[in-house]
């Protein structure tokens, strides 16, 4: 059973530019985290979907981003006219039944120049 | 709103020693679980030990361990027999239970292993 999968794994953009980050979760689980860990901090929540639906995107700053989780196919969280302070490490955690553990894939280091 | 502290920055152990590194948290939640997460150079966030906050029996997993102080709200983790590999920074977490069953996470603790 393959793990979280995200891709890509480093995506290097231009301020103003758009980002899109994939995360496709572990097989039989339908509850998708998006987290973000900015240089030496720890993660912090900003999205929470299950397919087809937001469930809390508190997190979520209120421009610019957007998540989606389709019936078909990978979660995506976008990021439009990116500015250097998105750069961060994004991790996608899933989990099969939306309480407990959550499974952590590898992140999307995002480096906007 | 949840919590979760890490007090020690950083802290260093002699190979094959024991280190426990400290956790304390806040919540309003009765039903909740906590976490230790590591994750070293490579950034992968890898589970090392889960708590269900119910249980009152402290959960292990071979070289580690936590101390779950309910009412104090504590939930350190301690590793016995340091190994060099056990070198990574470490995160406390906590779910905040509810419909969402988000993660809460703290500071970090870098943990050096010395040979």
């Known amino acids: 059973n393959a793990g979280v999968m995200q891709n890509p794994r480093h995506l290097v953009r231009r301020r103003g530019q758009e980002a899109r980050l994939r995360c496709s979760p572990m097989k039989g689980h339908s509850h998708v985290y998006w987290y973000r860990q900015l240089p030496e901090e720890g993660l912090k929540f900003m999205v929470y979907?299950?397919?087809?639906?937001?469930?809390?995107e508190s997190g979520m700053p209120k421009e610019r981003f957007s998540a989606e989780f389709p019936k078909e196919g990978p979660s995506i969280l976008r990021i439009q006219q990116v500015v250097r302070g998105d750069s961060a490490a994004y991790f996608c955690?899933?989990?099969?039944?939306?309480?407990?553990?959550?499974?952590f894939g590898p992140g999307t280091r995002l480096t906007v120049l | 709103a949840q919590t979760v502290t890490q007090s020690q920055p950083e802290m260093s152990v002699q190979e094959a020693e024991t280190v426990t590194l400290s956790c304390t948290y806040d919540?309003?939640?009765?039903?909740?679980?906590l976490f230790w997460y590591k994750q070293p150079p490579s950034r992968q966030m890898i589970l090392v030990i889960r708590q269900e906050a119910y249980k009152q029996q402290n959960a292990t997993e071979n070289r580690f361990s936590v101390n779950f102080q309910k009412a104090a709200k504590s939930f350190s983790l301690k590793i016995s027999d340091s190994q060099l590999g056990d070198a990574a920074m470490y995160f406390c977490a906590s779910s905040s239970g509810g419909a969402t069953n988000k993660l809460i996470f703290g500071t970090g603790t870098l943990l050096a292993v010395q040979p």
């Open positions: 979907l299950q397919k087809e639906n937001i469930i809390d």
């Open positions: 955690a899933s989990s099969p039944l939306g309480v407990g553990e959550q499974f």
């Open positions: 919540t309003s939640e009765s039903d909740y679980y």
